[in-house]
């Protein structure tokens, strides 16, 4: 959010540490992920921006033994 004050964005260094301390995982827990968690993703997903609104995604949920 822009500050009147002084003219720069609150939250723009918790922003940041966010990005910086991203990774990409190549390999995972053998743990069960609750249905319930992967709910509220999908739901904060919906609010996620997209190029244009174009909106390409398309979302497949596939429970039961491994793949």
Known sequence: MLSEE???FSGVGSFSGFVR????PRS???????????REVLLDAQS????SNTQPWNV????G???
């Open 60 to 63: 497949h949920g596939i429970e």
């Open 48 to 51: 996620a921006p997209s190029n």
């Open 28 to 38: 995972y827990l053998p743990d069960v992920v609750p249905t319930e968690v992967i």
């Open 21 to 24: 301390a991203r990774h990409s």
């Open 65 to 67: 033994l491994e793949l």
């Open 6 to 8: 002084n003219n720069s």
